[in-house]
């Protein structure tokens, strides 16, 4: 696979303004969530977290939680 390039390109992307919407892909689960947020996402796309979760509706529950709560 390709090295990701992380936080970097979130901040990146966040710090260009653009009214166009975004998403932050690649890795993100429950662990990391805050920092993707923190860094400027406001959208995200999970996918890996939720498809190995034991229980992926209570996963995308707490995920979708949590941003709803940092956007508010």
């Given amino acids: 696979g390709r090295h990701a390039p992380g936080l970097d390109l979130v901040r990146y992307a966040a710090g260009l303004a653009r009214p166009r919407p975004w998403f932050a892909i690649g890795g993100i ?7 993707v947020l923190d860094a ?5 796309v999970v996918v ?4 190995e ?3 992926p509706a ?3 529950a707490d995920l979708a939680k949590r ?3 940092r956007s508010a």
């Fill in 29 to 35: 689960d429950a662990g990391n969530l805050d920092q």
């Fill in 67 to 69: 941003i709803r709560e």
């Fill in 58 to 60: 209570a996963a995308a």
């Fill in 48 to 51: 890996r977290a939720l498809t």
């Fill in 40 to 44: 400027g996402a406001r959208r995200v």
């Fill in 53 to 55: 979760a034991d229980d």
